[in-house]
């Protein structure tokens, strides 16, 4: 018999980004004429264990094997590393990824993860990194040269800017991996009075807590909003002069890529990782970009992003959303449908 779909989408979806770019996949390969079907994790009550790096990397490689488990499809595509880590081998497979665990799982919690993704990455009939950095460093934890397809996130961002929108907006639903006592630190020290800062993704009583334990008082003029519908936060983000960032570690660049697709200038700290956000912000205004991870760097790259007269600034938006065409739907859809789709379905049977 034949199989049910095409390709099958095996989804952690554990943020909007892979939520966003897992939705979008789909659409690529139904628009290209191909038929898929997508198999979203369910933790249930194991969520409530997530209290390690390794023992969350277990629970959800888990889940995902649960979701993948019985599908029929000619070939799969496991999106993200973890997805596939305990997964049965199924021909042909592809494994998508923003980053790898040699990267993003330093020390004992990852000790397992990096091991494990070697096999996995040298196995794949085909990667799908988001970015040429994550590729060339999963080639080199495969110890091969696995077929890679680079296929990022899509990038599109049509918000008309909100009225009420602060003169900066930032995102820190994960506060220590986002920086928020550096981003608060650097807001003191480099906002003019009066100016307001709206931090999206953590709500104000938690991110006092976090704060708090961290010796770090809450500056004049940040208020925090929680989780904000996106049609509301992309909005704030067109609107406001600026868009900070304090991560920590960047596996890819979502938020950051979003408010350059809106046109909004990113003031940002040097993030590692394979952040494809830091070459484009450095390329568009270098001064903007602080020369390094300290509070004091970070004032310093504010202070000349909230002082961009408005033609700078039109100026900067315009040459912004130049920058980020190779990641618009239109683009990413052609990339589906001429390379991702007949690498996988090439050899597989109809």
């Known amino acids: 018999m034949a199989p049910a779909v095409d390709i ?17 996949l789909a659409e690529h390969i139904e628009a ?13 009550l194991a969520k409530h264990l997530q209290r390690s790096m390794a023992l969350t990397d277990v629970i959800q490689a888990l ?20 997805a596939a880590l305990l997964q049965p081998v199924r021909r042909p497979h592809a494994v998508r990824f923003d980053t790898i665990a040699a990267l993003s799982r330093p020390g004992v919690g990852g000790a397992w993860q990096r091991r494990r993704e070697r096999a996995v990455l040298a196995r794949a009939d085909l990667l799908l990194p988001w970015s040429e950095a994550a590729g060339a460093a999963a080639a ?26 602060p003169d900066a907006t930032a995102y820190a639903a994960n506060p220590d991996k986002r920086g928020l006592d550096l981003l608060c630190a650097a807001w003191r ?8 800062l709206v931090v999206g993704g953590i709500g104000p009583e938690e991110a006092s807590r976090w704060l708090g334990r961290r010796g770090v008082d809450v500056p004049s003029g940040v208020e925090f909003a929680g989780a904000v519908p996106r049609d509301r936060w992309t909005a704030l983000v067109a609107g406001s002069r600026v868009y900070v960032s304090a991560a920590r570690y960047e596996d890819w660049g979502v938020a950051q890529m979003e408010a350059l697709a809106a046109g909004t200038p990113l003031v940002t700290v040097p993030t590692p990782g394979p952040n494809v956000a830091l070459p484009i912000a450095r390329e568009l205004a270098p001064e903007l970009v602080a020369s390094g991870n300290a509070a004091a760097d970070l004032a310093a790259a504010l202070r000349s992003g909230l002082a961009l007269s408005d033609p700078a600034r039109a100026d900067y938006s315009e040459r912004a959303r130049r920058s980020l065409e190779p990641y618009s739907d239109a683009a990413l859809r052609s990339v589906v449908a001429e390379r991702v789709l007949p690498a996988l379905l090439e050899r597989s049977p109809a």
């Open 8 to 24: 099958a989408i095996v989804s952690l979806g554990t943020t909007m980004g892979w939520r966003r770019g897992d939705e979008a």
């Open 32 to 44: 290209a004429g191909a038929t898929c079907e997508l198999r979203p994790m369910r933790l249930g």
């Open 140 to 165: 080199e934890a495969a110890g091969t040269s696995p077929r890679q397809v680079v296929l990022p996130c899509v990038v599109d961002v049509a918000a008309e800017p909100a009225g009420d929108a």
């Open 63 to 82: 889940a995902a094997r649960r979701a993948a488990r019985g599908v029929d499809a000619r070939a799969v595509v496991y999106s993200s590393i973890t």
């Open 189 to 196: 020290d480099g906002a003019p009075e009066g100016a307001r």
